[in-house]
């Protein structure tokens, strides 16, 4: 081997490895996925293709939970559990197949019949579970059980699309499994923000004083699962929205805590700043949807859009760097990426309640900027997701 001369840096490792640790497939999956499937469903809502990928909201809303965000959700618990745990979880072949497994769901959304497509699409998120529940078991790790209860909760809940054309479940099942699950998102995202955002934005701005507060921490996830409930039993106006009200001033408190007005000169930390503060707004609007003041799709996409999209673009790119050994510095493009998924939500939510004559231009408008932001992370990640870590070291 040739020595290196003097002032000559170590060059990176060579090689493919795309199945070293869960983020690397999935984040680029996720990705890829969201870019495309946005575009063509936007496109089909605009009436310039033909219906013949999702055709129905309902399907849409499917494939964005299931599809997209479990994905993403994926490849985070692969590398976290790991790291929580000390013990491996799936790599190598198990890996690839769990992600075989996704991408048959995602074609069985297309040309499967309803039977293969819901056994598909459970299957996904239970493997997922299996893959975590292992190293969690063994480690002890009772303090994040509850993702493994969340994630076969979510096997369940992906039947009912698939299954909903068949008439063997209830025509309401599928609006009201989506509505409970997209609830089950938002408490995994609330669950970990309040986890690392304070650490993530005192660690970053030295004085920042972000800081948590334990009974506000309690009452804000506990009032998601008590949302969980309302939703599974198709609660009335009367309970959602006092109880939407109560949820969104405490989310919104448990944000200000954060101290998000010290995060602009820090984009990776802004960008979950800014995610996170569409959960407040996304609880607002079902206030005001829920005795029908404004239609419900403007509070879904809020979440969907701006919290959870929000969300996913930041952690993709912050995890993805950390976990290939490169520095924790979002570049001109990710902070595109970040400001494009914004917009994305802002044009859909607010444009769309602001121009309602010209609410399918939103549609488009919000479109084109989510797929022009997950396009940019794909090409821009892919190199970084398939090779080796800088430093040499696994996964």
Same mark, same amino acid.
């Given at each position: 081997?040739? !020595?290196?001369?003097? $002032?000559?840096?170590?060059?990176?490792?060579?090689?493919?490895?795309?199945?070293?640790? $869960? %983020?690397?497939?999935?984040?680029?999956? &996720?990705?890829?996925?969201?870019?495309?499937?946005?575009?063509?469903?936007?496109?089909?809502?605009?009436?310039?293709?033909?219906?013949?990928?999702?055709?129905?909201?309902?399907?849409?809303?499917?494939?964005?939970? %299931?599809?997209?965000?479990?994905?993403?959700?994926?490849?985070?618990?692969?590398?976290?559990?790991?790291?929580?745990?000390?013990?491996?979880?799936?790599? $190598?072949?198990?890996?690839?197949?769990?992600?075989?497994?996704?991408?048959?769901?995602?074609?069985?959304?297309?040309?499967?019949?309803?039977?293969?497509?819901? =056994?598909?699409?459970?299957?996904?998120?239970?493997?997922?579970?299996?893959?975590?529940?292992?190293?969690? #078991?063994?480690?002890?790790?009772?303090?994040?059980? %509850?993702? =493994?209860?969340?994630?076969? #909760? &979510?096997?369940?809940?992906?039947?009912?699309?698939?299954?909903?054309?068949?008439?063997?479940?209830? +025509?309401?099942?599928?609006?009201?499994?989506?509505?409970?699950?997209?609830?089950?998102?938002?408490?995994?995202?609330?669950?970990?923000? $309040?986890?690392?955002?304070?650490?993530?934005?005192?660690?970053?701005?030295?004085?920042?004083?972000?800081? +948590?507060?334990?009974?506000?921490?309690?009452? #804000?996830?506990?009032?998601?699962?008590?949302?969980?409930?309302?939703?599974?039993?198709?609660?009335?106006?009367?309970?959602?929205?006092?109880? #939407?009200?109560? !949820? &969104?001033?405490?989310?919104?408190?448990? /944000?200000?805590?954060?101290?998000?007005?010290?995060?602009?000169?820090?984009?990776?930390? /802004?960008?979950?700043?800014?995610?996170?503060?569409?959960?407040?707004?996304?609880?607002?609007?079902?206030?005001?949807?829920?005795?029908? /003041?404004?239609?419900?799709?403007?509070?879904?996409?809020?979440?969907?859009?701006?919290?959870?999209?929000?969300?996913?673009?930041?952690?993709?790119?912050?995890?993805?760097?950390?976990?290939?050994?490169?520095?924790?510095?979002?570049?001109?493009?990710?902070?595109?990426?970040? &400001?494009?998924?914004?917009?994305?939500?802002?044009?859909?939510?607010?444009?769309?309640?602001?121009?309602?004559?010209?609410?399918?231009?939103?549609?488009?408008?919000?479109?084109?900027? /989510?797929?022009?932001?997950?396009?940019?992370?794909?090409?821009?990640?892919?190199?970084?997701?398939?090779?080796? +870590?800088?430093?040499?070291?696994?996964?």
């Amino acid at each position: 081997m040739a !020595l290196l001369k003097a $002032g000559e840096s170590t060059p990176p490792p060579r090689g493919f490895a795309l199945w070293a640790l $869960g %983020f690397r497939p999935f984040y680029l999956l &996720a990705a890829a996925f969201a870019a495309l499937s946005i575009a063509l469903w936007a496109l089909e809502y605009a009436g310039w293709l033909p219906a013949g990928y999702l055709g129905t909201p309902t399907r849409h809303a499917h494939e964005m939970l %299931f599809g997209f965000a479990f994905a993403v959700i994926a490849g985070f618990l692969f590398t976290a559990v790991r790291n929580w745990t000390g013990r491996p979880t799936p790599t $190598g072949g198990w890996l690839a197949a769990i992600v075989a497994l996704w991408i048959a769901a995602r074609v069985s959304m297309i040309v499967g019949g309803p039977i293969v497509a819901g =056994v598909l699409n459970a299957a996904f998120p239970v493997a997922v579970a299996i893959g975590i529940a292992i190293p969690l #078991a063994r480690s002890g790790n009772r303090r994040n059980y %509850f993702f =493994v209860a969340l994630l076969a #909760a &979510a096997g369940l809940a992906a039947l009912t699309v698939p299954l909903g054309s068949t008439g063997v479940l209830p +025509r309401e099942a599928p609006n009201v499994s989506l509505a409970v699950t997209l609830d089950g998102v938002m408490f995994i995202i609330a669950v970990m923000a $309040g986890r690392v955002m304070p650490m993530f934005t005192n660690n970053a701005i030295p004085g920042a004083g972000a800081r +948590r507060v334990g009974w506000l921490e309690k009452a #804000a996830l506990a009032g998601i699962v008590v949302l969980i409930v309302a939703d599974l039993f198709e609660a009335g106006a009367a309970v959602l929205v006092p109880l #939407a009200i109560l !949820l &969104a001033s405490a989310h919104a408190a448990r /944000w200000i805590l954060w101290r998000p007005w010290r995060t602009p000169g820090t984009p990776l930390v /802004w960008v979950l700043h800014a995610a996170y503060a569409w959960i407040p707004i996304h609880l607002a609007l079902r206030a005001c949807a829920a005795p029908g /003041w404004i239609a419900p799709q403007f509070a879904t996409h809020a979440l969907t859009i701006g919290a959870i999209g929000g969300m996913t673009i930041g952690m993709m790119t912050r995890t993805a760097r950390g976990h290939t050994a490169r520095a924790l510095r979002a570049d001109a493009w990710e902070v595109a990426c970040y &400001a494009l998924v914004q917009a994305a939500a802002v044009i859909r939510v607010f444009g769309g309640l602001a121009w309602r004559e010209g609410y399918p231009w939103t549609v488009l408008a919000s479109g084109a900027c /989510w797929s022009l932001a997950f396009g940019i992370y794909t090409v821009r990640y892919w190199p970084i997701l398939t090779r080796p +870590r800088l430093d040499g070291k696994p996964g």
